[in-house]
């Protein structure tokens, strides 16, 4: 099946914690086994050998597990801050990787609003390590991604965009009381392929949304980047403007200190020299005369 753009639906209020969708993941990725590094909080954390994981919360409702992984955003900011094009938007809306021409610089993990991007540190040529919503599996196999097959409980589902906005706010709309009327993923940073129903506030968890507007980050940045040329030649201005002052200035003293030094060694020195001279010895002028 050929989809416009694909997209997951996460309903926290099923979701059981059994993280059968994280070992799916590992194998049909082909992950490594995981390892406590030092530099991982906890070794359920997403790392290089786990792209998915599950987040616990604890709540008075219960306990409530929200799965994480990359959100596939509708413009991310990954895509537009790799400087070789190593991350891209698919034409289904997965953002996927080609490992062949990264160059490790790692920009797409800093400018990734929720964190995701992960470095294979252990490995002794490193890269980048998501999730790319089994982008392989559904286009070429035409398979579910992996995680989605394997759970138990229906937790997850994937389809288009627009029919996973349609199943969530039937859902919305069915249960009020049941669910907080939000579907998180649906506008935050532009909006992401990754989304999710609940009945507990996931802004008390890793999900919440970095910054307080709904502007993709590409154009976030845009706005900003925008005045750049302008700012760049008028420190261009301002910099040429004080060397400028400054040669000059030194330039006067230098005139100065040469105009004094002139003036006070000039028919001194010689007066000074030719009494240093003994009358008694002949010049050579009188040695030629003798």
């Known amino acids: ?11 926290v209020t099923k979701c059981i914690g059994c993280e059968k969708c994280v070992d799916a993941c590992q194998e049909a990725n082909s992950l490594p086994k995981e390892k406590p590094w030092r530099w991982l909080k906890k070794i359920t954390d997403l790392s290089s050998s786990r792209w998915t994981t599950i987040r616990r919360i604890d709540h008075e409702k219960g306990d409530r597990f929200v799965r994480r ?6 413009e991310p900011a990954c895509v537009e801050a790799c400087i070789v094009g190593a991350l891209k938007k698919s034409d289904q809306g997965a953002v996927i990787y080609d490992r062949d021409i990264c160059i490790g610089c790692r920009y797409c993990m800093i400018v990734c609003p929720w964190e995701i991007p992960r470095y294979s540190w252990e490995d002794p040529i490193p890269y980048i390590q998501k999730c790319d919503l089994c982008y392989e599996r559904v286009t070429a196999e035409g398979k579910m991604p992996a995680c989605i097959e394997a759970c138990p ?21 069915s249960e009020p009381q049941k669910y907080i009327q939000r579907i998180w993923g649906e506008k935050e940073v532009g909006g992401t392929s990754v989304m999710y129903v609940s009945d507990v506030d996931l802004n008390l968890t890793d999900l919440k949304t970095p910054i307080s507007d709904k502007l993709p980050m590409p ?5 900003i980047l925008h005045y750049m040329p302008a700012v760049f030649v008028g420190m261009a201005a301002v910099m040429g403007g004080v060397h400028f002052i400054i040669d000059r200035r030194q330039k006067l003293m230098e005139a100065e200190q040469s105009s004094t030094g002139q003036d006070t060694d000039g028919p001194g020195t010689d007066e000074h020299v030719h009494d240093e001279t003994n009358p008694a010895e002949p010049q050579p002028d009188q040695q030629q005369k003798e």
Do not use: P, S, W
């Open 1 to 11: 099946m050929k989809y416009k753009n694909m997209a997951i639906l996460t309903d």
């Open 69 to 74: 992984q990359c959100r596939h955003c509708l």
């Open 153 to 173: 409980t229906k937790a997850t589902i994937f389809g288009e965009r627009d029919e996973m906005l349609a199943e969530a706010r039937k859902r919305l709309t």
């Open 219 to 223: 154009v976030r940045t845009f706005k």
